[in-house]
């Protein structure tokens, strides 16, 4: 049970907005659950989210004991690159799902996290990671997930406030004219194709790619990119659209055949050439500086010695 005075100057202020400045180690949104289920009382009493308060109140919380998670625990295939008792950085598999869903009720990241972590202190009230960021299905790399609920919101700030550094490499079909060069766009669900995102959106959010051609091959390249937002399929959408979809994108590159080498390295790697190489964030509870670094998988690195010509 965890107590405090309301401030006087939360007079007029919902809540929840008081409890979430009070208790930031939640979200707003486990916040209201609490309250909407009767853990949050207010001068000894049960009180609604909506409740404005007039200062003063003595403000009481009882967080229950986090529960089993629905996913269950399995024995899976996992690297792990850092872990301390407030995270886990993974360097996550190609053809592995982040999160169970629709069509993917086991053999996810969260299934392997449940099984590898044993010093989860709960998300959301139950007993699993904290899910700060995903990748797709067949991207490869690094991926950091929270085990407790400070350092899921810790986390989630820094990716929001965009104080963390993501850095990928890419195998693309061609080679962009310039060396370098930086996509700025709105962002947004294809029209048509639901399915897809695009740039090409009258409305929507910003996305921005900073990318640099490390090598040129006989219709391909190896490009570094730097993401300054994390939208959903953004460095597949952005170099698509630029005119140099991922070797292997069957949903952004499915028109673009590739002969000889740039063809030979396509069957190499079996999938979208994206590899989440390196990333770097502000530690939750200290605040230092985090770096780590995913090796290149096997799958990848047979396709560059394809292009290389070795």
Same mark, same amino acid.
């Given at each position: 049970m965890r107590e405090h005075l309301a401030p006087p %100057?939360?007079?007029?202020?919902?809540?929840?907005?008081? /409890? +979430?400045?009070?208790? =930031?180690e939640f979200t707003r949104s486990r916040l209201q659950g609490l309250i909407e289920s009767g853990h949050a009382q207010v001068d000894g009493k049960p009180a609604k989210v909506s409740l404005r308060l007039k200062g003063g109140e003595r403000?009481?919380?009882?967080?229950p004991a986090p529960t089993p998670a629905l996913p269950v625990a399995e024995e899976l295939p996992l690297a792990v690159l850092r872990e301390d008792k407030d995270l886990v950085v993974v360097d996550k598999a190609a053809g592995m799902v982040v999160h169970?869903?629709?069509?993917?009720?086991?053999?996810? $990241?969260?299934? +392997?996290?449940?099984?590898?972590?044993?010093? /989860?202190?709960?998300?959301?009230?139950?007993l699993r990671p904290g899910i700060v960021h995903r990748l797709d299905k067949d991207t490869t790399g690094c991926l950091v997930v929270a085990k407790h609920e400070a350092a899921l919101v810790a986390l989630q700030k820094a990716f929001k406030t965009r104080t963390v550094e993501k850095t990928y490499l890419a195998l693309v079909h061609g080679s962009p004219k310039a060396a370098e060069g930086r996509i700025?766009? $709105?962002?947004?669900?294809?029209?048509?194709?639901?399915?897809?995102?695009?740039?090409?959106?009258?409305?929507?959010? =910003?996305a921005i790619t900073v990318y640099r051609v490390l090598e040129s091959f006989e219709g391909a390249a190896l490009v570094e990119v730097d993401l300054l937002t994390g939208r959903t399929h953004q460095i597949r959408v952005h170099l698509a659209e630029l005119g140099h979809p991922l070797l292997g994108d069957? $949903?952004?590159?499915?028109?673009?055949?590739?002969?000889?080498?740039?063809?030979?390295?396509? %069957?190499?790697?079996g999938r979208q050439a994206l590899h989440a190489w390196k990333l770097s964030f502000p530690h939750p509870?200290?605040?230092?500086?985090?770096?780590?670094?995913? =090796?290149l998988p096997p799958d990848f690195t047979a396709a560059l010695q394809v292009l290389r010509g070795r």
């Amino acid at each position: 049970m965890r107590e405090h005075l309301a401030p006087p %100057e939360a007079r007029g202020e919902r809540l929840d907005q008081v /409890l +979430a400045r009070l208790f =930031p180690e939640f979200t707003r949104s486990r916040l209201q659950g609490l309250i909407e289920s009767g853990h949050a009382q207010v001068d000894g009493k049960p009180a609604k989210v909506s409740l404005r308060l007039k200062g003063g109140e003595r403000l009481t919380l009882v967080v229950p004991a986090p529960t089993p998670a629905l996913p269950v625990a399995e024995e899976l295939p996992l690297a792990v690159l850092r872990e301390d008792k407030d995270l886990v950085v993974v360097d996550k598999a190609a053809g592995m799902v982040v999160h169970p869903g629709a069509g993917h009720a086991s053999g996810t $990241l969260v299934n +392997a996290l449940l099984h590898r972590v044993k010093d /989860l202190s709960g998300v959301g009230g139950e007993l699993r990671p904290g899910i700060v960021h995903r990748l797709d299905k067949d991207t490869t790399g690094c991926l950091v997930v929270a085990k407790h609920e400070a350092a899921l919101v810790a986390l989630q700030k820094a990716f929001k406030t965009r104080t963390v550094e993501k850095t990928y490499l890419a195998l693309v079909h061609g080679s962009p004219k310039a060396a370098e060069g930086r996509i700025e766009t $709105l962002y947004g669900r294809h029209p048509v194709h639901r399915q897809r995102f695009t740039g090409k959106v009258k409305e929507g959010k =910003p996305a921005i790619t900073v990318y640099r051609v490390l090598e040129s091959f006989e219709g391909a390249a190896l490009v570094e990119v730097d993401l300054l937002t994390g939208r959903t399929h953004q460095i597949r959408v952005h170099l698509a659209e630029l005119g140099h979809p991922l070797l292997g994108d069957a $949903l952004y590159g499915a028109g673009r055949k590739s002969k000889g080498q740039a063809g030979a390295a396509q %069957e190499a790697v079996g999938r979208q050439a994206l590899h989440a190489w390196k990333l770097s964030f502000p530690h939750p509870r200290t605040g230092k500086g985090v770096r780590v670094e995913a =090796p290149l998988p096997p799958d990848f690195t047979a396709a560059l010695q394809v292009l290389r010509g070795r």
